[in-house]
């Protein structure tokens, strides 16, 4: 029996997508897919309002974070960097591998780091860039991108760098609007896909950060190797994953048709707080407060008594597949995932299927309760 998948990322790829996946290869040259290439590259960059280069590369959203820090700094700069959970870590061991001296803003797991923390930071020296995840997936916490964007206009030196790896198509975002220069994510999260290429747009400002680092120690994602492909998909730099580029392509006329980036996010908001109440009805706690929960996943701490590995095991059996917790909250809690094209019915499925869960450990005696709470918030 095939299982549902709510992990977030990979997130379930829909018919259409899937398709795309199983087509007959073409060469890289040819005109029919080189089109193809160019309109996703074209259209991904209109949608995220991007003034300077849009890339999209074959690799995963950690060579995105690379890719990021490489182009936008040199050997000794300054970088600050505002982690809420295990990926914004990660980019703490990528800056101090370039000889970057890293200064870190940390919060609490759930908790985010202030706005008046950050902006005091900026204030004590001059740093190349900032990088912010925007929402990070081990603890739920969503950033306030476009606030921290606000305030970077006050210091134009410093590049803004925005990691959407888990939020990237479901929570909403423009590098013109927010004042963004690098913002990345991965095909497999709310855009659905199956995994394997980055989406990575620089605006202007980044692109001139580039060109001022002359030769770069990187190779594969220097920005200068993807330029003229990016710009005309016929030039070889290095072999696009064709398939995959064609499902990006199906992703992106789901969105438009969809009505958009801020109609996308006003689902994934409805849907995510309906499943957040009907999480907490059921008797589990959200790690991330109330204010900053993010819209993409929910990571459920689990109510006394629950055996991680036999609840998740149990969900299993019934045919969900959640994530488990990370680093401290092992154990603790599980992450469920509710990004990209999934829909009301795969919710309630999933939601039914924790029920079934609870009951077969002792822990829930009226079922409906979760599903309940969910499609009467979905109803409003
Ligand atoms: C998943 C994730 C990554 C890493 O992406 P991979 O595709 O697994 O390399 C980075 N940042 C965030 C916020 C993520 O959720």
Redo the contacts with the bound molecule.
């Keep these: 029996m095939s299982k549902l998948v709510m992990i977030?990322?990979p997130t379930p790829v829909v018919d259409s997508i899937r398709v795309e996946m199983g087509r007959e290869i073409q060469a890289f040259g040819d005109p029919n897919f080189v089109k193809d290439y160019k309109e996703v590259i074209d259209n991904l960059g209109k949608l995220y309002g991007c003034d300077g280069k849009t890339f999209v590369v074959a690799?995963?959203?950690?060579?995105?974070?690379e890719m990021s820090i490489a182009n936008s700094t040199k050997k000794g700069d300054n970088v600050l960097i505002v982690s809420h959970g295990?990926?914004?870590d990660?980019f703490i061991d990528i800056c101090q591998r370039k000889g970057l001296n890293v200064d870190v803003l940390a919060a609490e797991w759930g908790k985010t780091v202030s706005l008046s923390e950050i902006e005091a930071k900026l204030k004590e020296k001059s740093y190349a860039a900032i990088t912010v995840?925007?929402?990070?997936?081990?603890t739920g916490v969503a950033a306030d991108v476009a606030a921290i964007g606000e305030i970077l206009k006050k210091f134009p030196d410093t590049l803004y760098i925005v990691?959407?790896?888990?939020?990237t198509a479901g929570h909403y975002e423009n590098l013109k609007e927010q004042n963004i220069d690098i913002l990345f994510t991965?095909t497999?999260?709310a855009f659905g896909v199956c995994?394997g290429l980055?989406m990575l747009w620089a605006n202007q400002k980044a692109m001139d950060r580039r060109a001022s680092l002359g030769t770069i120690p990187e190779y594969y994602v220097d920005f200068d190797k993807w330029v003229p492909t990016m710009d005309d998909p016929a030039k070889y730099f290095a072999t696009p994953a064709i398939n995959l580029v064609w499902a990006l392509k199906e992703s992106v006329r789901i969105i438009e048709a969809e009505g958009g980036l801020k109609v996308r996010f006003e689902r994934h908001l409805k849907n995510a707080r309906a499943v957040q109440k009907a999480l907490i009805s059921l008797g589990f706690k959200i790690l991330a407060e109330d204010g900053c929960r993010a819209v993409t996943l929910t990571n459920a701490i689990y109510p006394d008594g629950i055996d991680d590995l036999a609840f998740r095991k149990a969900l299993i059996a019934e045919g969900i597949i959640v994530a488990p917790g990370l680093g401290a909250y092992a154990g603790k809690l599980f992450r469920l995932g509710h990004m990209g094209n999934i829909t009301t019915n795969d919710e309630v499925a999933a939601l039914s299927t924790i029920e079934r869960a609870l009951m077969s450990v002792g822990k829930l005696d009226k079922p409906g309760v979760g599903v309940g709470t969910y499609l009467a918030e979905m109803a409003k």
């Design positions: 977030p990322g690799g995963t959203g950690t060579l995105a974070m295990f990926f914004g990660r995840t925007h929402v990070d997936t081990s990691d959407g790896v888990c939020s991965g497999q999260k995994p980055l």
